[in-house]
């Protein structure tokens, strides 16, 4: 099967990490976590 990766993008930290925990528990990679739509545009772009 190939990887799932994931960019988390929520402003706010807890519950970032709380899906982080979630994903990475089922599976998925999580690529970043990005706190606004810039740096999730600057993380994508990497």
């Keep these: 099967?190939?990887?799932i990766?994931?960019?988390i993008v929520e402003d706010e930290p807890i519950i970032a990490?709380?899906?982080s925990g979630?994903?990475?528990n089922n599976d998925f990679?999580?690529?970043g976590i990005a706190y606004?739509?810039?740096e999730a545009q600057?993380?994508?772009l990497r």
Excluded: G, P, W
């Design 17 to 19: 990490e709380h899906i």
């Design 29 to 31: 990679t999580v690529s």
């Design 36 to 38: 606004d739509s810039e």
């Design 42 to 44: 600057r993380q994508l």
């Design 1 to 3: 099967m190939s990887e």
């Design 5 to 7: 990766r994931v960019l």
């Design 22 to 24: 979630y994903l990475n």
